[in-house]
């Protein structure tokens, strides 16, 4: 057997199985709670977070979550709040898993100046990207009195 | 019956600073009587930057997330700068010119189906 062939016919398949997502928008709601209502296990995505004059930038690992399984909620008293649903597929054997039939979750304080009423969320790819602007902030002067 | 089940080598992360780290990404792997499913999480990948390649009697799934943007300090780090590559160990007799693959939502499916031979077959029964 050809394996060049193999592995053409491969890259074939992923091409037309492969969707190109574009950039999905999630709403981002106000409200600390975020009600689980499946019994899915939940699993905590790692997240990387930065820090700019204008807002701060998320972006959480969530493979498998969409614009109807992700819900993004701000509240401010306990910050960020983000519960991706997945599915697993369900064929056959149990699987001995890694990844599947878990719920990411995650929960993340922000600085008072952050404004999550402002802040934007969307998802591609299975990476979920959130940015919350930073309220302007005026610069308190202190008065210093000598002795 | 010929033994089916995948079994998997998970990468080391590499060492070396000139390189992106490597990491494994998490699978699962499920079967029924027709094929073996692997299902890998790959987010942020695309088609562009994942290779699929079987040689022989190994799979190996390899790919490079695209950039995200990263403008500003970094004030967390637990998940950017790493590519994805792990090999599986194919079990004899799949059908390589039907595997089908797909990518969605950063998750990869991976339909490898199961030979004639170890597919369970009803024997009809006739009354005499």
């Known amino acids: 057997m050809a394996w060049n062939n193999v592995i053409s016919n491969l890259h074939q398949k992923l091409r037309r199985g492969a969707t190109r997502h574009r950039s999905e928008s999630i709403p981002v709601v106000a409200g600390g709670e975020l009600e689980q209502l499946s019994s899915s296990p939940l699993d905590t995505p790692p997240v990387d977070m930065f820090e700019n004059e204008r807002e701060f930038l998320i972006h959480a690992d969530v493979p498998?979550?969409?614009?109807?399984?992700?819900?993004?909620?701000?509240?401010?008293?306990?910050?960020?709040?983000?519960l991706v649903k997945r599915t697993a597929p369900r064929i056959g054997a149990d699987p001995a898993g890694e990844d599947g039939g878990v719920d990411w979750y995650r929960a993340l304080a922000l600085p008072e100046y952050a404004d999550g009423l402002r802040a934007t969320s969307s998802i591609r790819d299975g990476v979920l990207t959130i940015r919350v602007p930073k309220r302007k902030v005026t610069p308190k002067r202190i008065p210093v009195h000598s002795g | 019956m010929s033994d089916t089940r995948l079994t998997t080598t998970k990468t080391q992360p590499l060492a070396t600073a000139a390189e992106?780290?490597?990491?494994?990404?998490?699978?699962?792997?499920?079967?029924?009587?027709?094929?073996?499913?692997?299902?890998?999480?790959?987010?942020?990948?695309?088609?562009?930057?994942?290779?699929?390649?079987?040689?022989?009697?190994?799979?190996?799934?390899?790919?490079?997330?695209?950039?995200?943007?990263?403008?500003?300090?970094?004030?967390?780090?637990?998940?950017g700068g790493y590519d994805f590559e792990r090999r599986f160990a194919v079990p004899d007799g799949i059908d390589a010119n039907g595997i089908r693959a797909e990518l969605q939502q950063g998750v990869l499916k991976l339909h490898l189906p199961k030979p004639e031979g170890v597919r369970p077959r009803q024997i009809p029964v006739r009354a005499g």
């Not at chain 1, 109807?68 to 509240?75: C, F, I, K, N, Q």
């Not at chain 2, 290779?51 to 009697?57: E, K, N, P, W, Y």
Request: negative net charge.
């Open chain 1, 64 to 82: 498998g979550g969409n614009r109807h399984s992700a819900t993004v909620a701000w509240d401010a008293s306990s910050g960020l709040k983000v």
């Open chain 2, 20 to 79: 992106r780290r490597k990491t494994a990404p998490a699978c699962d792997v499920y079967e029924n009587d027709s094929e073996i499913l692997l299902v890998a999480d790959m987010p942020g990948v695309t088609q562009e930057t994942l290779d699929v390649r079987l040689d022989r009697s190994e799979l190996t799934l390899a790919a490079r997330p695209a950039p995200m943007d990263s403008s500003g300090a970094k004030l967390r780090s637990e998940y």
